[in-house]
């Protein structure tokens, strides 16, 4: 009976293991949330989070949404020159740049960027005893190390992904006109004609929602991590790759949500 026993066991471990990881996590982040209500709060660390997403990830937000524009507007004339559709190549280019690749791109960019610094700069602050230090000096590290990280992610990268949305539509605008002849004017007609509120909004909505899973990323792993260097390291590795994961399966929930109908 082992051998049937066994898988089923172990199956069922792996199982509590998630549950109790997921339970641990949604704690974790209703802890940092609730701090937003009861002061002090810590505008220091606020703004210098928020610059730190915001400013500083522009360069590589930028340069990825102009590419990616490019490319959809490329890839679109292969794909509907054979059907003399070329047309509707504005209006793929804008669905496709704010619906989608604008927040999902930025908000990978930034989780391989911030949600590493944040989770390997936690985790160093706990395996050095300094998390520790900070309750000795009568300060809450929650309240100091997560809760303005949580809100500077979800503030910040909704104006990451308006500025892709911006330069995507660009880059997709300036390779249709410079490379496939599209008429300048006749291109910016079919991209406003094209473009709902409804899409803005849903682009930016899934982009404070990817803030929001960045940061609790990187500050949860970095918060718990443990066993010196090594820990830190798995612990930076692990933010990413969960932030990157739980990006990509919210954006089809919230997807689904607007859209599905």
């Known amino acids: 009976m082992n051998f049937i026993l066994d898988p089923v066991a172990a199956i069922g471990r792996a199982f509590l293991g998630i549950v109790r990881k997921a339970g641990a996590l949604a704690l974790f982040a209703l802890a940092g949330l609730s701090h937003l209500l009861r002061p002090p709060f810590y505008w220091g660390v606020f703004f210098n989070s928020l610059i730190e997403i915001a400013f500083y990830s522009l360069p590589v937000v930028a340069l990825t949404a102009i590419f990616s524009g490019g490319v959809i507007a490329l890839q679109s004339y292969a794909g509907f020159a054979q059907y003399h559709v070329q047309s509707a190549i504005a209006g793929i280019v804008v669905l496709a740049v704010v619906r989608e690749l604008g927040p999902v791109l930025a908000g990978l960019m930034v989780a391989g960027r911030v949600g590493a610094a944040m989770s390997a700069e936690i985790g160093t602050m706990r395996v050095t005893d300094q998390i ?77 929602v990817f803030g929001f ?49």
């Open 213 to 261: 899973i960045i940061s609790l990323m990187g500050c949860y792993h970095g918060y718990t991590s443990r066993g010196g260097a090594e820990g830190v390291g798995s612990a930076t590795t692990a933010a990413v790759v969960a932030a990157s994961i739980l990006l990509l399966a919210f954006d089809y929930l919230l997807t689904d949500l607007f859209f599905a109908s």
């Open 132 to 208: 520790d230090a900070l309750r000795t000096l009568s300060t809450d590290p929650m309240k100091y190390l997560v809760t303005p990280r949580l809100l500077a992610g979800t503030l910040a990268l909704p104006f990451l992904v308006l500025v892709a949305d911006i330069l995507g539509v660009l880059g997709g605008f300036t390779v249709s006109v410079s490379k496939l002849g599209f008429d300048p004017q006749n291109y910016i007609i079919a991209t406003f004609n094209a473009l709902k509120p409804l899409d803005v909004i849903v682009g930016l909505s899934k982009a404070a």
